[in-house]
């Protein structure tokens, strides 16, 4: 059984620091895609960044510059260090695994990508 397991949030003043990281578990093949995305109270969920396994990044708008992501292919985790924090960064933040493949299903011969979510952490910056 495959789990995403997020830590690192908490609380942070203006201008502050906090890192996150994610771990994935179980069975796993390989994973296409690790990311994050944030949903604030009342508002949609949203891109924050992610990352393909060749490298290739990808973030949202209004974090282009502060945030940056970074993943362990290896180790199936991703981290994502984030700098000159700001109130409306304040939000639950889920780690993202897209296009999972387990170990049971290359031996079966069956592939099917899947998609997992983490459980959220909490970000809180204080103005």
């Known amino acids: 059984q495959v789990r995403l397991v997020e830590s690192g949030g908490g609380l942070a003043q203006f201008g502050g620091s906090l890192r996150l990281s994610c771990a994935a578990s179980g069975s796993i093949f390989s994973i296409n895609v690790m990311g994050w995305y944030r949903q604030a109270p009342g508002k949609q969920r949203e891109l924050v960044a992610t990352?393909?396994?060749?490298?290739?990044?990808n973030y949202g708008d209004s974090v282009k510059g502060r945030f940056t992501i970074s993943r362990d292919n290896a180790k199936n985790t991703v981290h994502l260090q984030m700098n000159s924090l700001k109130p409306e960064d304040t939000a639950v933040y889920y780690c993202?695994?897209?296009?999972?493949?387990?170990?049971?299903?290359?031996?079966?011969?069956?592939?099917?990508?899947?998609?997992?979510w983490g459980q959220g952490t909490q970000v809180t910056v204080s103005s």
């Open positions: 993202n695994a897209e296009g999972l493949i387990t170990t049971a299903q290359v031996m079966s011969t069956k592939i099917l990508p899947g998609d997992y």
């Open positions: 990352m393909v396994k060749d490298g290739t990044t």
